[in-house]
């Protein structure tokens, strides 16, 4: 991959951020994010009354003083996520234009580094075909995360992605202890709205991040042009043919990619997932501090 984002400042332009997770999720003790359940941190909650077997070492006798009542003091608790992130790695995504790959591959690496500042777990899941590969387990700490992202330069783009079956088929996805990211341009036959619902299932928090190009969203070809699929391996497929392009077609086109956009839009909003569109040429600093803010996702 020839094009490349990664350095140091870019890494430096992160550190103000935070990822922002539901508080409803478990995690693993250890970490930074608040969530709903009373734990053993130093910072006070709340009280509520003595019940019969609780830890009389948490009673607050200064209101047993008061009030000759029993309460307990709570605290909060936080709690180290683990975040997935399934990278499609098709042709599509890579091949054909490898500004496009390359801006999908640091998205990737801005929110792995977003997840491991904050003292979470991370894992990268690289899917082609119907596997999804995860060529460095889990990744805890800043150190082990710059030896992957290392190779990330090296990353190759090819053939088909089948979303569904290398999330669903992956490693095993852990029950309510994070999030889940999906980075693709979604330009797939295979079914991921059934792996976002599996997602959905296991109560993780989901957000999709979907890459395209300028010449995606405003093609600007016309006349006669000769239409070649990135993921196409035989010149003959009937995926690839020669059109002449009129005002009519560039119309239905953009009649097609609003309505596209806008499904997986209302499915996300059903869902209750987060969804951001990008375009590749729009600086992934403005995309991180602006699309994710809108999601929740950053603060």
């Not at 054909?96 to 801006?103: F, I, L, R, T, V």
């Not at 088909?160 to 036959?189: C, K, M, P, R, W």
């Not at 035989?234 to 953009?254: F, G, P």
């Amino acid at each position: 991959m020839a094009v490349s984002f990664l350095n140091d400042d870019f890494f430096s332009r992160l550190e103000t951020c935070a990822l922002n997770l539901r508080s409803d999720l478990r995690g693993f003790f250890g970490g930074k994010h608040l969530v709903k359940t009373y734990g053993q941190t130093v910072e006070f909650a709340d009280y509520r009354e003595y019940m019969l077997g609780d830890d009389i070492r948490r009673i607050d006798w200064n209101l047993f003083s008061r009030f000759e009542k029993y309460f307990l003091k709570l605290f909060t608790d936080e709690r180290q996520m683990h975040t997935q992130i399934y990278l499609d790695c098709s042709a599509s995504m890579g091949k054909a234009n490898p500004k496009k790959g390359a801006y999908a591959v640091a998205f990737a690496a801005a929110l792995g580094f977003l997840s491991v500042h904050n003292m979470d777990k991370l894992s990268y899941h690289f899917i082609r075909g119907a596997a999804s590969d995860d060529p460095y387990g889990v990744i805890v700490g800043k150190n082990a995360f710059f030896r992957a992202v290392s190779d990330f330069d090296t990353l190759e783009f090819g053939s088909e992605a089948d979303l569904a079956q290398g999330i669903l088929g992956g490693a095993d996805v852990s029950q309510g202890n994070g999030l889940s990211v999906i980075i693709s341009d979604f330009f797939t036959d295979s079914d991921w709205r059934k792996a976002v619902d599996y997602l959905c299932f296991k109560n993780r928090q989901v957000l999709l991040v979907q890459v395209l190009t300028p010449e995606e969203t405003e093609p600007l070809y016309s006349g006669r042009v000769s239409l070649i699929d990135a993921e196409s391996e035989d010149v003959l497929d009937e995926r690839n043919m020669k059109v002449r392009i009129t005002r009519s077609m560039q119309q239905a086109y953009e009649e097609a990619l609003h309505d596209f956009l806008e499904g997986i839009t209302t499915f996300c909003a059903s869902r209750g997932v987060g969804y951001a569109a990008v375009r590749c040429d729009v600086p992934i600093e403005k995309v991180l501090f602006g699309e994710l803010l809108k999601t929740g996702l950053l603060q």
